[in-house]
């Protein structure tokens, strides 16, 4: 289900399935210690691997700096992995693991994220338009992958993605990722965000980057002909 784009599922379903059985495969999934992986609420310098035989020691982790959700989130219920629907922009892959912090940095199965962003313009979708938004459902080892583009800046913010965790029917937890000013600048450099002129330090003019950007910056690489990043977001 999470690669099929074409496929679209009610979050609100998948939740209330997560009531029953995704309960079952939360207590499976914490009945042994988590793999080795990179910090909760730490980039991950790589994409996350599977979990360990038992007998790992379990990793030391943060929670993840929340954020408000800001004017722009819209629930769609529409779960799929390539959120682009054709825009044009760098491309760039995001991977997730979200982890119970309380539980040992356990991974999540079966939770909901929402991804939501600007595009290249740094305008966002609005109305009956959904182009760059997103809802993943976490497997058995917490993780969820997206496919979309760097996003554009605007309104003097350090370019970012908003994502929203639903561990279940009741609670969620918001956040956003940043990007290294030296990435964005040779992003905005290549169309179509050359339309545009680039602000010469698109992080540091936002106080937000400058109380977060520490812990929520993502650690990307090259992927092709866009980036990559992985990330493990520890949740209460």
Request: hydrophobic share 35%; glycine share 10%.
């Given at each position: 289900?999470?690669?099929?784009?074409?496929?679209?599922?009610?979050?609100?379903?998948?939740?209330?399935?997560?009531?029953?059985?995704?309960?079952?495969?939360?207590?499976?999934?914490?009945?042994?210690?988590?793999?080795?992986?990179?910090?909760?609420?730490?980039?991950?310098?790589?994409?996350?691997?599977?979990?360990?035989?038992?007998?790992?020691?379990?990793?030391?982790?943060?929670?993840?700096?929340?954020?408000?959700?800001?004017?722009?989130?819209?629930?769609?219920?529409?779960?799929?992995?390539?959120?682009?629907?054709?825009?044009?922009?760098?491309?760039?892959?995001?991977?997730?693991?979200?982890?119970?912090?309380?539980?040992?940095?356990?991974?999540?199965p079966a939770?909901?994220?929402?991804?939501?962003?600007?595009?290249?313009?740094?305008?966002?979708?609005?109305?009956?338009?959904?182009?760059?938004?997103?809802?993943q459902v976490?497997?058995?080892?917490?993780?969820?992958?997206?496919?979309?583009?760097?996003?554009?800046?605007?309104?003097?913010?350090?370019?970012?993605?908003?994502?929203?965790?639903?561990?279940?029917?009741?609670?969620e937890t918001?956040?956003?990722?940043?990007?290294?000013?030296?990435?964005?600048?040779?992003?905005?450099?290549?169309?179509?965000?050359?339309?545009?002129?680039?602000?010469?330090?698109?992080?540091?003019?936002?106080?937000?980057?400058?109380?977060?950007?520490?812990?929520?910056?993502?650690?990307?690489?090259?992927?092709?002909?866009?980036?990559?990043?992985?990330?493990?977001?520890?949740?209460?």
């Amino acid at each position: 289900m999470a690669e099929n784009d074409t496929h679209r599922t009610s979050r609100r379903a998948v939740l209330r399935a997560a009531g029953t059985a995704g309960a079952a495969a939360l207590a499976a999934a914490c009945s042994g210690p988590a793999g080795t992986r990179g910090a909760a609420g730490q980039p991950s310098a790589s994409a996350p691997r599977p979990p360990k035989a038992s007998g790992t020691p379990t990793p030391a982790c943060v929670l993840s700096t929340e954020a408000g959700a800001g004017p722009y989130y819209v629930d769609l219920d529409r779960v799929r992995s390539d959120i682009t629907e054709g825009l044009g922009g760098v491309p760039f892959r995001l991977d997730l693991t979200v982890v119970r912090v309380s539980a040992g940095c356990r991974p999540l199965p079966a939770a909901t994220v929402d991804v939501w962003h600007a595009d290249a313009s740094g305008a966002y979708s609005t109305g009956k338009a959904a182009f760059l938004r997103g809802t993943q459902v976490t497997d058995d080892a917490g993780r969820c992958v997206f496919r979309t583009i760097v996003p554009g800046w605007y309104a003097g913010l350090a370019p970012h993605i908003h994502f929203k965790v639903h561990p279940d029917a009741r609670t969620e937890t918001t956040s956003q990722f940043f990007f290294p000013e030296d990435l964005l600048l040779k992003v905005y450099a290549r169309q179509p965000y050359a339309r545009r002129r680039a602000p010469e330090h698109p992080n540091q003019r936002d106080s937000r980057y400058r109380a977060a950007g520490a812990t929520m910056t993502l650690a990307a690489s090259p992927d092709g002909d866009g980036y990559r990043a992985a990330y493990t977001v520890g949740i209460a």
